[in-house]
Nanobody
Framework: QVQLVESGGGLVQAGGSLRLSCTLSGRIFNAYDLAWFRQAPGKEREFVAAISWGGDSKLYTDGVKGRFTISRDNAQKTVDLRMDSLKPEDTAVYYC????????????????WGQGTMVTVSS
């Protein structure tokens, strides 16, 4: 019963920046972890970043470390992904995901998904 809606995608030049946002709605009964995934044409969906309920734990895939920053605002029920120094290989549809919080933040087992927002990085 949780819905997620992404926004902020678009077309940017290599080296530029974008900020993606995801807003949650519906009945949320428990603390929840949040994450971002992406899927390029012809490729499998891959993990990008995750953040725990309290924001104290974060995970990033190796390819975006130092360039992407995940953050959340529990009062607004949003999660953001700030993307800097964008590269053409970052081109993909980006999805936000949610799950009931766990003791250990991991990349697997996400239950709720948005419909995605397209990010295109030109060279």
């Amino acid at each position: 019963q949780v819905q997620l809606v992404e926004s902020g995608g678009g077309l940017v030049q290599a080296g530029g920046s974008l900020r993606l946002s995801c807003t949650l709605s519906g009945r949320i009964f428990n603390a929840y972890d949040l994450a971002w995934f992406r899927q390029a044409p012809g490729k499998e969906r891959e993990f990008v970043a995750a953040i725990s309920w309290g924001g104290d734990s974060k995970l990033y895939t190796d390819g975006v470390k130092g360039r992407f920053t995940i953050s959340r605002d529990n009062a607004q029920k949003t999660v953001d992904l700030r993307m800097d120094s964008l590269k053409p290989e970052d081109t993909a549809v980006y999805y936000c995901a949610a799950r009931s919080s766990r003791i250990v933040l991991t990349t697997a087992y996400w239950d709720y998904w948005g419909q995605g927002t397209m990010v295109t990085v030109s060279s």
